[in-house]
Every structure is written in C-alpha cells, then in structure tokens.
C-alpha cells in the first residue's frame, strides 16, 4: 500500500472536512502531490496539486474552498475542505500530480442536509 487517506464521512453544506493521506513512500518529498475525486458515474479528476516546493493548483470548482498543504516530515498530505457543496460529493484520492502511484481506497466524503 503505497497511500492511506482518511478523514471522510458526512457533513452538512456549507461544513468543513480534512482529509489527510499518510505514505510510506521512500523520497516523498521529491514528488508532487494531488488530491482527486471521484463521484458516482463520472471520471476521477484532480482538484487540487502541490508541487515540491509547496506551489498549489486548483480546479476551478474548489478554488477559495479548499486547501492543499505537505508536511514532509510525516510524509503526509492534507486537503481542508470549506463551505461544502452536495457536488463535492465523491470519495477523494490522493496520488502523485500525474497519478503515478498506485490508488488507495479513497475517503468518502458526502456532503447532505
């Protein structure tokens, strides 16, 4: 197993979630970074990247909500996540910015009054 997300689970619109995603990964820090999501019936997409030098992308959707950041010590990602939406809806991924790795299992994340 090369990544284990958590932190998913159930929050109303408008809520916050982080989702972290731990790695064993050997020079961890060498690589960029991504979170991704998939929802029901529709292709995993990245929404969020940081590079090595910690420089961060967003899907527009996310832009100002959500919040990509590295701690290489803990070879650990993080995903805050603000002012949910129900189209947020969807189990998140996290894997290189090229998808290289193989995938975890994903957090859930739903977003629902």
């Known amino acids: 197993v090369q990544v284990v997300e958590s932190g998913g689970g159930l929050v109303q619109p408008g809520g916050s979630l982080r989702l972290s995603c731990a790695t064993s990964k050997l020079l961890f820090s060498s690589y960029g970074m991504g979170w991704y999501r998939q929802a029901p019936g529709k292709q995993r997409e990245l929404v969020a990247a940081i590079t090595r030098d910690g420089s961060t992308n967003y899907e527009d959707s996310v832009k100002g909500r959500f919040t990509i950041s590295r701690d290489n010590a803990k070879k650990t990602v993080y995903l805050q996540m603000n002012s949910l939406k129900p189209e947020d809806t969807a189990v998140y991924y996290c894997?290189?910015?090229?998808?290289?790795?193989?995938w975890g299992q994903g957090t859930q994340v739903t977003v629902s009054s």
């Open positions: 894997n290189t910015d090229r998808g290289g790795w193989s």
